[in-house]
């Protein structure tokens, strides 16, 4: 087996970027200089994302046309399936998202392949593939190895790999993929409920962030003006959205959003948080998880230096 | 009607855990378990469909798990389940999602549920793919990460909202029967008393081994995984830069980095 | 020469006999009446759930003879109220037995025994006693009406914060026209008593025996003259004396007949309830039997025979009300109003000669009767309602039933559920590992002896708080070092500790409280001590008084009683006098229910600070408003707090510079109280060992070393 397909991931008519990532994350598997890295998309109409997905370091670029416009599950299976066999890559590379919760298992279940989800570090080690990721709620790391599958299909965490810099100029090819039956069909997309105070975190540079710390309900409002005076967006941890103190809209964390283009994240009272470039965490408990992973550390009381901050921004 | 409920009891690591002997896993002694916090969402969906429906629904509850696993059966059958399995032997251990998700897509052949329900993801691994992976052995029609879930007990098909990244939901149809991992917030989870608790002991659980199931010893455990655990170890740990000093000086800093990274915009 | 010996009242003097029988049919009557009134009463209690009354019920009823007779539950915070109630009580209980000494003479002994002996000198005083018997109940019943028509406190006016206006059972009207008839009724046979009696004598004054000795009736011989005065001829007079005789006659009757109709009611059921008080009833809480097929109080039927009675014993009088610390906050809870709707259900359904089907006597709801969710939760069981009732209804027990039934039903605040789950899985409420639990002891220069491991004398209970709070860790390790330092042989459980209950069971959860306990129990079983001691009050209570019932015997005292011990011993040496001037909150569970209000008191004497007393002091302690499982639950936005209210009385004494508590949840309830309402600056809130320390040392000590 040889060679590293990249599944490329669609929503609604627009590349998911994701999948740049993905494909930096294919050139450190290359056991040797010519070892190819292919890019496989799979939608209704594949050749729209042909450019966008020829970034540096792309070999091929594989459009598989599909039946469905959104996501369906059986399709992508038996069509990947298929292009796997036809193909047989030694790595299969997908985003840990939610659509491939959705079936990127079912593909390696179907093909027998290996399998690894939310795995952050990948590399070839004696000519072993080793995939890393968390364990026991992200308090431990895991080495995964693979004996006796030849092909392993690996689903990457999201925003640990920067997308290449660069273009290419990656051969074209089409593969035509089994018929599959659909048991599964998509209605309509639903915006999150646009309330007054929901704002797109995705596009946020400076993000403050409140979580259970904060007590009760009553002071989200100090923590807002706050945000608003040092010229931050306000967001939150699960629990405060969960509880209805702000909309799910301003949720960050493992099952929200992806504060992508976040450059600064400040977190106040909450014990943990993905990755994201400058965190500084503000939390009064010294052994709150967060100080492992931020970059700068302040260990005090929340109010108090929400106060002592809000001072140091009259307007 | 039949919904067959998998669930999974989850470890937590306790303070100052210790990495066992062969380096592939934590010092059991340190490990705190519970039932999976998204089983308690999945469990408490069978249940709204059982007490909603005209016809009798019975709802099963399946783990797979060695005897201290009793204990998340034990808190189903609080919340209303009307039977729960356990599958294990010896040849169990070391298994992956994978694995694990043959098991119980062989229970399922023998129960015959309309609606399996599973976790979408577990709180100590976060997999995310038993329930899809049990979707594939079955060949059912299967979706993850559902939200919202319409379905009458008797009718065929049922309609599910997952939820996007973003906070976009997309609302589908779905033939059944049918695999469904449940996402948090999807309802609220009924609180099991105590006393329900232990009234549920009296409930037996019934004990499977593979064998039993039809699943051979190649099947199971590490031979019959995806994946397999070279290593577990601590990562080292970063340590942010501490801002020390008095709260005045601390904000100060604070500020001075807000400055600096935003470009001044405040 | 007035023959005193002859000095009598003939009864039914010139009455034709058909008007006696006439008398007599409606005499029998009343009673007929009375006594059907009492078998539906009693039929409604025993459609309760069955009960057993521990010890002797002669101790029992002569133990309530003697409360009645002294009146001091009903003096208590209202002492006026408690003077005119005792007069009015001796007048009528005079009165009464002056009637029945007539019954007995005329009706009883009389015909058959020929036996009489209601005349001459015992006739006379007999006429003096009952004289000023009426006296004393007028002007009883007098003050009653000023104080309701004209002083109005604010808890007679029996505004109920469970219900809005609008609801079916919001207003209380007919409440207070059922007062005033009560007051008026009996003031009008009274009046008319005089009345008849002074008519009676403008109609006798011919006879000797009667006039001569008229001043035996002071109060009917001054009206009389006054009548005479006024030109009242005999006649006349004994016309009056014949319709006022009908008329006060009937009156009475028809009182009598309606007893157990009314409030007036409360001369039985409130002697019943005092009779079958249980003096520990919000300390120890019942046991759910082992066979209950359902948790808690859902229906009426559910509450027991004594419940039922208890609450047909209320008469409204408003001091619940006014002590608990929830309906002063402004939440949707009044003791009173839980007592009084459970009451008005019972009356609705169990009064039926049929017994309504069972669905229809669900006493959780917003209908009229019913008691709310958010009523329930909003108890911090404090006990201040129990502790001050003058007719000993116990509403905690009561309350913490209907929880029980919400709590299976997993009807509670989300935030609530979730520290239920924690304390379930870590033992504790902080959600920490159990090896944690013993961490505040890392930073103490000296070990703390595992008693586990080795025997101790005494067995320190340390608690959730003090173990795991950052600012009560502090204390804890003060304590220790006091311990130490006077050379006491102390040792903690360690990880075998949990979370000793007390609130577990007073939120409703027994199934999670005796896991608790047992497993407490099964710990304490494995060390050897000859005492417990602990710095928290919940603990204290529950160990102290509760797990008894769960087979764990200890001899336990609260850290204050300790702490005077050493100081008094001269094993702590007070080495200055702090020269403060202090207040003390009295903890609920350790003061109202467990009787410690001295100790503390005393120490803070030994250390030379000078205590002003809070208005709500000891028994009338006022909640920091922790208890009842409330600290799990999140406060209403912007509703006042119980912790702020007092920090208002606190900051109401000019001077003050230490607010002192000894109860774990009330420093960390009041120091957050301190910040919120405004007085951090002014005063401080100490620990009470924090203060012993400061005594202790040579110099000013800072706050105790860092918390683990």
New interface residues.
């Given amino acids: 087996m040889s060679g590293i397909l990249v599944i490329a991931e669609q929503?609604r008519g627009e590349l998911r970027p994701v999948t740049l990532e993905l494909v930096s994350a294919a050139q450190q598997l290359r056991r040797t200089p010519d070892e190819r890295v292919a890019v496989a998309i799979l939608a209704d109409e594949p050749d729209r994302f042909i450019p966008e997905v020829s970034v540096a370091g792309v070999d091929e670029v594989i459009t598989v046309p599909v039946a469905a416009k959104?996501?369906d599950?059986?399709a992508l299976?038996a069509a990947a399936l298929a292009l796997i066999e036809a193909r047989k890559p030694a790595v299969v590379l997908v985003p840990?998202?939610?659509?491939a919760?959705?079936?990127?298992?079912?593909?390696?279940?179907?093909g027998?392949?290996?399998?690894?989800?939310?795995v952050f570090r990948i590399a070839y080690e004696d000519g072993k593939l080793?995939?890393t990721r968390?364990?026991?709620?992200q308090?431990?790391?895991?080495?995964?190895?693979?004996?006796g599958?030849p092909v392993v299909v690996v689903a990457l965490r999201a925003s640990v790999f920067k997308p290449p810099e660069g273009r290419s100029r990656p051969a074209v090819s089409r593969f035509e993929p089994p018929r599959a039956g659909t048991?599964?069909?998509?209605?309509?997309?639903?915006?999150?409920s646009a309330g007054e105070d929901d704002v797109?975190?995705?596009s946020a540079?400076?993000i403050l962030a409140i979580g259970r710390g904060i007590g009760e309900q009553a002071n989200v409002e100090r923590f807002r003006e706050l945000a608003d005076?040092?010229?931050?967006v306000l967001g939150c941890s699960?629990p405060i959205a969960?509880a209805g103190w702000l909309p799910?809209?301003r949720?960050i964390g493992q099952?929200?959003?992806?504060a992508s283009a976040c450059?600064?994240y400040?977190a106040m009272g909450i014990s943990g948080m993905k990755h994201v470039s400058?965190?500084?965490?503000?939390n009064a408990d010294p052994g709150a998880s967060?100080?492992?992973?931020?970059?700068?550390?302040?260990?005090?009381?929340i109010f108090?230096?929400a106060d002592?901050?809000r001072?140091?921004?009259p307007n | 009607m039949k919904i067959l409920v998998a669930v999974k009891q989850v470890?937590?690591?306790?303070?100052?855990?210790e990495?066992r002997a062969d380096g592939k896993d934590?010092d059991p002694d340190f490990l705190?378990r519970?039932l999976n916090e998204w089983d308690d969402f999945s469990l408490e969906e069978a249940m709204k469909i059982k007490e909603a429906s005209a016809t009798p629904v019975e709802v099963v509850a399946v783990c797979v798990g060695p005897e201290d696993a009793d204990e998340a059966l034990r808190k189903c059958l609080a919340k209303g389940a009307d039977r729960a399995i356990r599958v294990w032997d010896e040849t169990v251990v070391g298994s992956?999602?994978?694995a694990i998700?043959r098991l119980i897509a062989a229970v399922a052949r023998r129960e015959q549920p309309q609606l399996l329900f599973a976790g979408?993801?577990s709180?100590?691994?976060?997999?995310?793919?038993?329930?899809?992976?049990v979707?594939?052995?079955l060949d059912w029609?299967?979706?993850?990460?559902i939200t919202q879930l319409t379905y009458t007990p008797g009718e065929e098909g049922a309609?599910l909202?997952?939820?996007?990244?973003?906070?976009?939901?997309?609302?589908?149809?779905?033939?059944t029967p049918?695999v469904l991992?449940i996402?948090?917030?999807i309802n609220?989870p009924?609180?099991?008393?105590?006393?329900?608790?232990?009234q549920a002991a009296a409930k037996p659980i019934e004990v499977l081994t593979p064998q039993e199931l039809g699943v051979p010893e190649s099947a199971v455990g590490e031979a019959g995984s995806?994946?397999?655990?070279?290593?577990?170890?601590?990562?080292e740990?970063?340590?942010?830069?501490?801002?020390e000093g008095s709260?005045?000086e601390?904000?100060?800093r604070?500020?001075q980095?807000?400055r600096e990274?935003?470009g001044g915009?405040? | 020469m007035t023959n005193v010996n002859a000095a009598t009242r003939v009864l039914f003097e010139d009455f034709p006999p058909a008007a006696i029988v006439v008398f007599y049919v409606i005499a029998y009557t009343a009673i007929a009446v009375f006594f059907y009134g009492v078998y539906v009463a009693v039929r409604k209690y025993r459609r309760g759930a069955a009960a057993a009354v521990a010890g002797s019920l002669r101790a029992r009823f002569w133990a309530m003879v003697e409360t009645v007779l002294s009146h001091r539950t009903i003096a208590r915070r209202d002492r006026p109220a408690g003077a005119a109630h005792r007069l009015i009580f001796y007048g009528f209980v005079l009165l009464f037995l002056g009637t029945s000494t007539i019954t007995l003479d005329y009706d009883i002994l009389g015909p058959l025994f020929h036996v009489h002996f209601w005349h001459g000198a015992f006739y006379l005083w007999f006429s003096l006693v009952l004289d000023v018997a009426g006296v004393a109940l007028a002007g009883g019943l007098l003050y009653m009406m000023y104080r309701r028509g004209w002083l109005k406190p604010p808890k007679l006016d029996y505004a109920r914060p469970d219900r809005k206006p609008g609801d079916v059972d919001y207003d209380r009207s007919e409440y207070r026209r059922e007062d005033w008839a009560f007051l008026w009724t009996l003031l009008v046979i009274a009046v008319t008593g005089y009345l008849l009696e002074a008519v009676r004598l403008v109609w006798l004054e011919a006879r000797p025996d009667v006039w001569d000795t008229r001043w035996w009736s002071p109060v009917g011989a001054a009206l009389a003259q006054g009548m005479r005065a006024a030109g009242m001829s005999a006649a006349a007079g004994g016309a009056w004396r014949l319709g006022l005789w009908w008329f006060h006659g009937v009156l009475a009757l028809i009182f009598i007949a309606l007893i157990p109709f009314t409030k007036v009611k409360h001369i039985f059921t409130a002697a019943g309830s005092l009779m079958l008080r249980d003096p520990l009833a919000a300390q120890r809480l019942p046991r759910?039997p082992e066979q209950q097929q359902r948790?808690g109080a859902q229906y009426i039927t559910d509450f027991t025979w004594k419940q039922l009675l208890a609450l047909d014993a209320c008469t409204k009088c408003g001091r619940c009300h006014e002590a608990c610390p929830a309906r002063a906050v402004g939440a949707p809870l009044s003791p009173r109003d839980v007592i009084l709707s459970l009451r008005e259900f019972a009356n609705r359904t169990l009064d039926a000669g049929v017994l309504p089907e069972q669905a229809e006597l669900d006493v959780h709801g917003k209908g009229p009767g019913q008691v709310a969710m958010e009523t329930l939760w909003s108890c911090r069981t404090c006990m201040a309602c129990v502790e001050v009732c003058p007719v000993a209804i116990e509403h905690v027990p009561i309350i913490v039933q209907l929880r029980r039934k919400l709590?299976?039903e997993?009807e509670?605040d989300?935030q609530l559920?979730k520290t239920?789950?924690t304390i379930?899985?870590?033992g504790n409420s902080f959600g920490e590992?159990k090896?944690?639990r013993a961490a505040w002891t890392k930073a103490l220069p000296f070990a703390v002896k595992d008693a586990r491991k080795e025997p101790v004398e005494v067995l320190w209970f340390v608690g959730d708080y003090a173990s795991f709070d950052p600012r009560n860790q502090k204390v804890s390790q003060g304590l220790a070092t006091l311990l130490h330092d006077a050379g006491v042989d102390f040792g903690i459980l360690y990880e075998a500790e949990s979370n000793a209950g007390n609130d577990v069971r007073r939120v409703g959860?027994?199934?999670?409280y005796?896991?608790l306990a047992t497993a407490n129990i099964e710990s304490l079983a494995t060390a050897s001590f000859k005492s417990i001691v602990t710095t928290d009050p919940h603990s204290y209570n529950t160990i102290r008084n509760e797990y008894p019932d769960f087979g764990g015997r200890y001899a336990i005292e609260h850290y204050t009683t300790l702490l005077l011990r050493l100081l008094k011993e001269g094993r702590l040496k007070i080495a200055r006098q702090l020269g403060r001037r202090v207040t003390f909150h009295d903890p609920c569970h350790l003061g109202r229910f467990n009787k410690g209000y001295d100790a503390p008191r005393e120490i803070l004497r030994l250390i030379g600070c000078e205590l002003i007393e809070m208005g709500r002091c000891r028994s009338n302690s006022f909640c920091c408003g922790a208890g009842g499982g409330r600290i799990w639950m999140p406060d209403p936005q912007g509703a006042d707090r119980p912790a702020h209210n007092r920090m208002r009385e606190a900051a109401a004494i000019s001077g003050l510079q230490v607010f002192v508590v000894s109860c774990p949840k009330d420093l960390t309830m009041f120091e957050d109280a301190l910040k919120a309402s405004g007085n951090e600056g002014r005063f401080v809130v100490r620990e009470l060992i924090e203060l012993v320390r400061e005594a202790l040392s040579e110099r000013q000590l800072a706050p105790s070393p860092v918390a683990a």
């Fill in positions: 929503r959104d996501f599950p059986d299976e840990h998202s939610i659509d919760f959705g079936w990127a298992a079912a593909l390696a279940v179907k027998d392949y290996g399998f690894a989800t939310d080793i995939a968390g364990g026991y709620g308090k431990v790391n895991v080495e995964l190895e693979f004996p599958k048991r599964l069909t998509g209605k309509e997309f639903i915006e999150a797109d975190m995705t540079e400076f005076a040092v010229g931050a699960r969960d799910k809209s949720q099952s929200g959003k992806t450059k600064l400040v400058t965190i500084v965490a503000v967060i100080f492992s992973i931020a970059t700068y550390g302040v260990k005090a009381d108090e230096i002592a901050l001072r140091q921004f | 470890a937590a690591l306790d303070e100052d855990f990495i934590v705190v519970d992956d999602a994978i998700a979408a993801q709180a100590d691994h976060a997999f995310a793919a038993t329930g899809m992976a979707a594939a052995f029609p299967h979706a993850a990460v309609t909202r997952r939820e996007l990244e973003g906070g976009v939901l997309h609302e589908m149809q779905i033939e049918a991992t996402q948090l917030g609220t009924r609180y099991a008393s105590l006393r329900s608790i232990k995806a994946s397999r655990v070279r290593r577990m170890y601590v990562p740990k970063g340590r942010a830069q501490m801002i709260i005045e601390q904000a100060a604070l500020a980095l807000i990274r935003t915009a405040a | 759910v948790v709590v299976e997993g509670m989300p559920k239920l789950q379930h899985k870590t590992s090896r944690k959860e027994e199934g999670l005796e896991v």
